[in-house]
């Protein structure tokens, strides 16, 4: 049971580059999320999905997309990357909505683009 | 606007000296106050949740209080292995789908 995992753990990319970082559980979690972290802020929401085939916008979505195509897998792209985008990405997910059931989170992904 | 502020930012604390760190809120109508850890270079663990004023929650050396207006982390006689970002985050009962984070307090204890 390896809880929530993500891919890559670091990357670099070139202003104008696109990627996608990838968010697996095996928890059957019904819910799932893309959260940023920066430095004197605090954690913010860019997506969410609250079940397969199911995407929504949090407070920060702008320069994102989501997928949700399989249950366990939550997607984020990055379609022209901006140096704003330098941050550290987390994926949660719950078994359902956030306050009936705690979120797990995964170990992060640090990005920076240059 | 739904708002969350943690104090202190950082908190440098000697071994056995007990200590609160506070998670003041402003939101329309609590759902839910949640705590969470954070070791450098890894994600938010879950601690605590606590739903109505009055409520206290005890995990091994740390206890969760909740007020109308803010909440409280205490750590009793804490060990160097406390160290740690501690993250407070609400939930609003208009929006219950997503939580609101503070930035955190900074923990470290020295032996």
């Known amino acids: 049971n390896a809880g929530v995992t993500q891919t890559p753990k670091f990357r670099v990319l070139k202003t104008g580059q696109s990627m996608t970082l990838l968010c697996a559980q095996d928890m059957n979690h019904e819910y799932m999320y893309w959260y940023r972290q920066d430095p004197g802020m605090g954690l913010r929401l860019i997506h969410y999905s609250v079940g397969e085939g199911t995407t929504a916008k949090g407070e920060v979505p702008d320069g994102y997309n989501v997928s949700r195509l399989k249950k366990q897998n939550f997607l984020l792209g990055l379609e022209s990357a901006a140096p704003s985008q330098t941050s550290v990405y987390f994926c949660a997910s719950s078994r359902d909505r956030v306050g009936s059931y705690e979120q797990y989170f995964g170990p992060g992904t640090r990005l920076t683009v240059t | 606007e739904d708002q969350v502020t943690q104090s202190p930012e950082a908190l440098r604390l000697q071994e056995g000296e007990s200590s609160s760190l506070n998670c003041s809120y402003t939101?329309?109508?609590?759902?839910?106050l949640f705590w969470y850890r954070q070791d450098p270079g890894k994600g938010p663990e879950f601690l605590f949740t606590?739903?109505?004023a009055g409520e206290e929650k005890e995990k091994e050396r740390l206890k969760a209080t909740l007020t109308k207006k803010e909440s409280f982390l205490h750590i009793t006689a804490p060990k160097p292995e406390d160290s740690a970002t501690y993250l407070c985050?609400?939930?609003?009962?208009?929006?219950?789908?997503?939580?609101?984070f503070g930035t955190g307090t900074r923990l470290q204890v020295f032996p």
């Open positions: 939101v329309s109508g609590l759902r839910g």
């Open positions: 606590l739903y109505s």
């Open positions: 985050a609400v939930q609003a009962a208009g929006n219950t789908d997503k939580l609101i």
